[in-house]
């Protein structure tokens, strides 16, 4: 799996949009990229994935390059049970590699009031 | 349709002793993965199981553990002779199968705690 980079940490307001980058240069074709949060004291949850394409679901928005060497999870109006870290993941899914995913630093999102 | 369930949720045992840490994937779930998250640390990898079969024990330490995933009933995470170094959050992730995207869905993890 291609390595990320992620800021370590991030404010944003409560209502205001937060926007999280990830930096992944050396992705590859077959690569997804993933992005799952950590709650404090809780399980992983999962967000979202793409590969090329933005997409879209009731959490969040992902936005990724044209050239796939980065991306932006987006949380359009931020709450404060949105507090917690975020990872993103560069996985080439499938086969016996599918919930092998390397979690990184993450970026820990701090909503305040 | 219940989640991923983890029990104990938090486990103290004495140096030396055995910790068992159980998994039920999510109902039509048949792929299990244990993930370990060290204090202040990131999840790392140990185990992924289906029924029955190990299939990838690259992130299991060589000594000490051990997974299964019987035809019935949980996934267990057997940890034998703890040490101090074992204590450490452990989260069970499941999935329906190996289809090329999707999710993993992960459990609210077990605490051990080595005195």
């Known amino acids: 799996d291609a390595k990320t980079t992620q800021p370590t940490s991030m404010d944003c307001a409560e209502g205001r949009a937060a926007n999280l980058p990830c930096n992944h240069s050396?992705?590859?074709?077959?690569?997804?990229v993933y992005w799952y949060r950590q709650i404090h004291s809780q399980g992983p949850q999962y967000i979202i994935h793409?590969?090329?394409n933005n997409e879209t679901n009731e959490m969040a928005s992902l936005i990724i390059t044209e050239d796939r060497k980065s991306s932006t999870l987006i949380l359009p109006h931020a709450t404060l049970r949105d507090t917690a870290v975020y990872y993103c993941?560069?996985?080439?899914?499938?086969?016996?590699?599918?919930?092998?995913?390397?979690f990184g630093q993450g970026t820990i999102l701090t909503v305040h009031p | 349709n219940a989640g991923v369930m983890q029990n104990p949720r938090h486990l103290v045992r004495r140096r030396g002793q055995e910790a068992r840490l159980r998994c039920s994937p999510m109902?039509?779930?048949?792929?299990v993965y244990w993930y370990r998250q060290l204090p202040e640390e990131g999840l790392k990898f140990m185990v992924y199981?289906?029924?029955?079969?190990?299939?990838?024990e690259s992130g299991m330490p060589k000594e000490r553990f051990s997974a299964e995933f019987p035809k019935e009933g949980p996934s267990i995470l057997r940890i034998q002779q703890v040490v101090r170094g074992d204590s450490a959050a452990y989260f069970c992730?499941?999935?329906?199968?190996?289809?090329?995207?999707?999710?993993?869905?992960f459990g609210e993890g077990s605490r051990l705690t080595v005195l």
């Open positions: 992730a499941s999935s329906p199968g190996t289809k090329t995207t999707g999710e993993l869905f």
């Open positions: 050396t992705i590859s074709g077959n690569e997804y």
């Open positions: 793409g590969l090329k």
């Open positions: 993941i560069v996985h080439r899914a499938g086969g016996t590699s599918y919930g092998k995913l390397t």
């Open positions: 109902k039509g779930h048949s792929h």
């Open positions: 199981l289906q029924k029955e079969n190990i299939i990838d």
